[in-house]
């Protein structure tokens, strides 16, 4: 926890970046360990140890915290996928499922998020916070494309894209599915019938994405725009 000593001397541009960061580091911490959808403001702000409305003078909502760490994550994640792209000679559907899945797993938090973002993230803030989040998005996805396509045997940017778009869907779908709440866990591991409804999210997630990139190569056509 940050002295809120510290907080209320702060003034000059580099203390208020300075508060940001270490408010976006407490709900990254609590999202982490407990799963954003639990999180409160308050907890944010009895992490970093200011008020509620302290916090409200760097972030709008709660969500717009989560909000701009998911942007944050999206970035992290190309980052990721281009070295996992990097250590491969030969770039088909299989190996494109297991880079962009085993990309997502190594950080629960963005998948979390992503689990989080369109249900709920979105709901609670400004246009303007939402069109700066889905501008990093749409950059992120595109400068990820372009690695994916070169890389990749058979797929052009644009399918590229869609592959990319697809993941994130599937991931926000798949992530809840794949970390259960505390009931449904103990359920899965004493229960024979409920455990078979049990999926691991790599293993599941790999598979999806090496169909839909086979589907795009299979259907040969590029996207139409609307």
């Not at 709900?27 to 639990?38: D, F, P, Q, S, T």
């Not at 760097?58 to 281009?82: K, S």
Request: glycine fraction near 6%.
């Amino acid at each position: 926890m940050v002295s809120s000593e510290v907080f209320q001397r702060a003034r000059s541009p580099q203390q208020k970046a300075v508060r940001r960061a270490a408010i976006l580091d407490a709900a990254a911490r609590l999202g982490a360990a407990k799963g954003v959808r639990v999180v409160s403001l308050g907890d944010i702000a009895n992490e970093v140890g200011l008020t509620k409305s302290n916090v409200l003078r760097y972030f709008e909502t709660r969500e717009d915290i989560y909000l701009q760490l998911t942007a944050a994550g999206y970035r992290d994640w190309a980052d990721r996928v281009t070295r996992g792209l990097d250590g491969i000679r030969i770039v088909g559907p299989a190996e494109v499922g297991t880079v962009l899945a085993e990309s997502l797993a190594a950080d629960p938090l963005f998948c979390d998020l992503v689990s989080e973002g369109a249900a709920a993230l979105e709901h609670n803030v400004s246009p303007d916070a939402v069109r700066a989040f889905k501008r990093t998005l749409f950059e992120a996805i595109d400068d990820l494309a372009d690695v994916l396509a070169t890389r990749s045997v058979h797929l052009a940017p644009e399918q590229a894209a869609e592959v990319l778009t697809a993941t994130i869907i599937l991931t926000a779908g798949l992530w809840p599915w794949c970390n259960p709440p505390p009931v449904l866990a103990e359920l899965y591991r004493t229960d024979p019938e409920v455990v078979r409804t049990r999926i691991e999210f790599v293993p599941q997630l790999r598979r999806l994405i090496e169909v839909v990139v086979r589907g795009l190569i299979a259907d040969g056509r590029l996207p139409v725009a609307d």
